[in-house]
């Protein structure tokens, strides 16, 4: 059964909602085992990590790039990296910030840079973008309008309980399940 395992970082909770709802994606795939992986956890894991047919990656955005926690994970795994351990595994990324923009981007550029370095391969988020429209609204998918991996935004007022909101963790789910189905289809 291929397994899909999604690391994640996240100080105050907001991009654990999301690295949830890509969990959720990933459970509607029957036939394909999760891991939910807090970086803070990853040293007792990395056989898991190892053992995947695909790695998701998720961090906050701080100061417009992966926050440290994650890029502290990204530093250790170099030791799979000289004997390419991840080449051939499928690899994605989702990210959350505070910001509309808040250059998001560059967090995802980190991560699939950082994945292409193992020489895996990178599976896009697949989902239109929304909110682009004059009938187009925030409750849209992929409202931020993102390709390369899944965004959120979460009001800096808010606590995790109320964001990122219903159409990013949605957004994010369809991420968890597009990497599943195309790890199941590789596998068969
Ligand atoms: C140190 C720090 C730096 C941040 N930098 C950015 C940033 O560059 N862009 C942005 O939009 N939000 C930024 N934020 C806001 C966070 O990305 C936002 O609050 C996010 O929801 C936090 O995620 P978490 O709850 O998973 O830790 C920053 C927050 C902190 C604490």
Same mark, same amino acid.
């Given at each position: ?17 999301? !690295? ?9 795939? @029957? $036939? ?14 990395? @056989? ?6 695909? #790695?998701?990656? $998720? ?28 080449? @051939? ?8 910030? $505070? ?13 699939? #840079? ?24 925030? !409750?849209?998918?992929?409202? #931020? ?16 309980? !109320?964001?990122?909101?219903?159409? @990013? ?12 189905? #195309? ?6």
């Amino acid at each position: 059964m291929p397994t899909v395992v999604i690391v994640y970082h996240s100080t105050y909770g907001h991009t654990e909602v999301q !690295a949830k709802a890509v969990l959720q994606g990933v459970q509607r795939v @029957d $036939g394909v085992s999760p891991l939910l992986l807090p970086v803070a956890e990853v040293e007792k894991h990395w @056989d898991d990590l190892n053992r995947a047919d695909a #790695i998701i990656f $998720g961090c906050p955005t701080y100061m417009g790039s992966a926050s440290a926690d994650f890029k502290r994970f990204m530093e250790a795994s170099s030791k799979l990296w000289a004997e390419q351990k991840w080449k @051939d595994k499928l690899a994605a990324g989702f990210t959350n910030s $505070g910001s509309q923009s808040g250059d998001k981007l560059n967090t995802l550029l980190q991560l699939a #840079i950082f994945a292409a370095q193992h020489g895996m391969l990178w599976v896009s988020l697949g989902v239109l973008p929304g909110n682009n429209s004059t009938t187009g609204s925030m !409750a849209d998918l992929n409202r #931020i309008g993102s390709y390369l991996g899944a965004m959120a935004q979460s009001n800096i007022d808010l606590g995790s309980d !109320a964001a990122p909101p219903r159409s @990013d963790r949605d957004t994010a789910s369809l991420l968890g399940q597009r990497v599943a189905e #195309i790890a199941l289809r590789i596998a068969c």
